[in-house]
């Protein structure tokens, strides 16, 4: 099935299989996605053939400076007929929700999306109501720095599980993006593959893959160290450590292994933890890295041989 998944994606958007790899890897762990880059490296594309591909329902926001959050949320709306307010639903009942340029729209509208990404629900007039399962935001933004933008703050980014970069394609890959463009391909999307029962069962078996305790504890240190680091403003969360637990469980489900390794941790561990991570004013000033910063602190940390 996950094969299945894969193909179907990657018939259609072209290259950047590590990308596509950990969108699965967040969908299947119950996760989020930020994706950062450019515009036009095709995060909107990403994110409508993984909707189609796995059959889920999709919607699709585009965050402008006057977006409000009823818009994301729902409102109720007076019918005069039965004389009562009745939900009405916004874009965020759907099972995969594509908030577009999320750091263009204000801070407020930005919120609307916590209690969802958190807590599987929304809350309008006193009211909850649940999402469909399986849920998950996709959200892309703009580098900061360009025009008209908001920078997310660190709590609604805590809420991502990964922050992702699309990139270029490949010289063969924008070749081959051309001729899809000349044969009509970009216009379709791929058939589904799989149903969301299929989805809701892949995501028990991922649960299923057992972690040692020294691994636990290795997850716990490379956290730790984190926190530690006095280049960084503040370090990884609590539940940063946990989507790093869950992210590993799911990479080992894609290796097709039951139990996860070391070598899980440390292949999600920079784009789980990273843009959770502030540098201080002089690490920016020193023009730091923070995935170098990451990686040199996973370094030091003593892998489990067990």
């Known amino acids: 099935m996950i094969e299945k998944i894969k193909t179907g994606i990657n018939e259609y958007f072209a290259g950047k299989e590590d990308v596509v790899e950990n969108v699965l890897i967040c969908l299947l762990s119950g996760g989020h996605v930020l994706l950062e ?16 591909t796995v059959g889920l329902s999709f919607s699709r926001i585009q ?11 729902g409102v109720s709306v007076y019918n005069p007929k039965t004389g009562e307010f009745q939900y009405k639903e916004g874009v965020i009942m759907h099972q995969i929700l594509l908030a577009d340029e999320i750091n263009r729209t204000s801070p407020k509208t ?28 996709i959200a892309t933004q703009n580098p900061i720095g360009f025009l008209g933008t908001y920078p997310l703050p660190e709590a609604q980014l805590d809420r991502f599980m990964m922050k992702l970069s699309v990139g270029y394609p490949s010289e063969s890959e924008e070749i081959h993006l051309i001729h899809d463009f000349l044969d009509g391909k970009n216009s379709k999307l791929p058939e589904s593959v799989c149903t969301k029962e299929e989805i809701l069962a892949l995501r028990e078996e991922v649960k299923k893959v057992t972690i040692s305790e020294s691994v ?54 920079v784009n789980v933890l990273h843009h959770r991570m502030a540098l201080t004013s002089e690490s920016r000033i020193k023009n730091e890295d923070v995935d170098g910063i990451i990686k040199s602190l996973i370094l030091k940390v003593k892998v489990p041989m067990e």
């Open 37 to 52: 880059d450019v515009p036009g490296v095709g995060k909107t594309t990403l994110a409508k053939t993984l909707a189609a």
């Open 63 to 73: 965050f402008t400076p006057d977006t409000l959050p009823s818009d994301v949320t």
């Open 110 to 137: 930005q919120a609307s999306l916590l209690e969802a990404m958190a807590e599987g629900q929304v809350t309008v007039d006193g009211k909850r109501y649940p999402l469909p399962e399986p849920f998950m935001v």
């Open 216 to 269: 636990i504890r290795y997850i716990q240190e490379i956290t730790d160290r984190t926190r530690k680091e006095e280049r960084f403003i503040m370090g990884a969360s609590p539940r940063a450590m946990l989507f790093l637990t869950a992210a590993a469980r799911a990479k080992a489900f894609l290796c097709k292994r039951s139990f996860v390794l070391p070598d899980d941790v440390k292949a999600v561990a």
